[in-house]
């Protein structure tokens, strides 16, 4: 494969990473609005419209919690090309049915379809991105993939507040769906998921299946060596505070800093854009400096520290600061474990980082939970106890690899 064959498959890989990740930030400001919308229309109990705004949250990484590995498997078997556009093609049905949904029960059936489906899309190209790059640049190409799911939860949540504000008068209605404006926002994400899935059945060439043929009462067995166990625990730990983070901010800013909404947004803006850019930088640059277990051994001080100082500052620029701080130690711990996940077996990278997706597919559910939780009983607890967590675990680095 020559060079410039290599950064087109790159290439693509990254914009169907992209365009994935940008119609999940599309659904997060529009979300609450939506729920309340459809919740009353089937005349539900005002009070439970927040618990199933929650539901709707965490049922998306549950499912994908169950069906990671299940993708990561079959894409070792009949390649990544395959899941990847099944992947998409749920995508595109999720944002169709989420867009022209006219009841709580239908928004489930949308947001259960894509948690099964597009959990493909992530592990599977991540796998395609390391079947073709070799070991020495391996870190570097994961943080590419890291910029692209950053960019798309960047501008995703920004594009679905204004779409959903659009004064395009709509309001149609045939058989089960309705059209309104609400809806553009998620046909938005479905015509550009349609247009991306066309793209890649044109123009990305699919690589060598890697999976060796194993007996089929052997299938399905998993072995965790001590090292895989700890490079997960870490990915755990990490999507956990990030996820918990971006849960309580939101409450902790408005109700104790008495930031408004566009101030909140600068936060998750900053730790968008810090986290996007400097992954790359670390991953071209970092090795140079330092090894990978000494990375992510600074990776993760500098975000446990960040994490246990935030709720002390209350200043808006030095909690801005701070932010970008946790962003970095992040971007600095994140592609080095991807990386390290992806070099434990050529036979399995596939299943491997499934796994690890699935791992940070718990930590997505049980963030939110446990930060909300934690916030009844004071606002520090959920930053302190988060951040000593993560102080805790660098004593696990010491299991993994130089």
């Known amino acids: 494969m020559d ?14 990473l992209f365009v994935v990740m940008l119609g999940y930030g599309i659904l997060l400001p529009i979300l609450p609005y939506y729920t309340e919308r459809l919740a009353l229309k089937d005349d539900l109990d005002p009070d439970l419209i927040n618990f199933h705004i929650g539901m709707l949250t965490s049922i998306y990484p549950l499912f994908q919690l169950i069906f990671v590995i299940v993708w990561g498997r079959l894409s070792d078997k009949y390649g990544r090309k395959s899941i990847i556009l099944v992947g998409l093609i749920g995508f595109i049905t999720m944002n169709l049915l989420t867009g022209l949904a006219t009841s709580l029960t239908m928004l489930y059936v949308a947001r259960i379809l894509g948690g099964v489906f597009t959990s493909s899309v992530i592990p599977v190209s991540n796998a395609y991105l390391s079947d073709i790059t070799s070991e020495k640049r391996r870190t570097k190409i994961m943080a590419w993939s890291g ?29 089960l769906f309705h059209l ?63 996820t918990l983070f971006e849960t309580v901010f939101s409450i902790y800013g408005k109700n104790e800093l008495e930031f408004n909404s566009s101030q909140v947004g600068i936060g998750f803006m900053l730790c968008g854009s810090v986290m996007a850019a400097l992954q790359p930088v670390f991953a071209t640059y970092g090795e140079k400096i330092m090894t ?75 963030g939110p939970v446990l930060g909300t939780w934690l916030l009844a009983g004071g606002f520090y607890y959920p930053f302190i106890i988060a951040g000593s967590v993560v102080l805790i675990v660098i004593g696990l680095v010491y299991y993994l690899r130089q």
């Open 180 to 242: 309104d404006r609400f809806s553009v926002p998620f046909l938005f994400a479905a015509v550009l998921g349609l247009i991306v899935l066309f793209i890649i059945i044109k123009w990305l060439n699919s690589t060598a299946i890697v999976a060796k043929i194993r007996k089929k009462e052997t299938k399905l067995s998993v072995s965790f060596s001590r090292y895989f166990i700890v490079l997960l625990t870490l990915s755990f730990v990490m999507q956990f505070v990030v």
């Open 3 to 16: 060079k410039k064959e290599k950064l087109n498959r790159i290439f693509l890989i990254l914009l169907s």
């Open 292 to 366: 990978t277990k000494q990375q992510i051994t600074v990776g993760l001080l500098i975000t446990g520290i960040s994490l246990v100082v935030f709720p002390f500052l209350r200043n808006e620029l030095s909690v801005y600061g701070l932010i970008i701080l946790f962003a970095s130690g992040g971007a600095m711990v994140t592609p080095n474990l991807l990386s390290s996940v992806s070099l434990i077996s050529k036979e399995d990278t596939g299943r491997n980082i499934s796994i690890q997706s699935s791992t940070n597919s718990i930590g997505q559910i049980l």
């Open 147 to 175: 910029v692209a799911i950053s960019s798309g939860l960047i501008f995703g949540p920004v594009l679905g507040g204004l779409l959903s504000q659009t004064n395009v008068h709509l309001k149609y209605s045939f058989g």
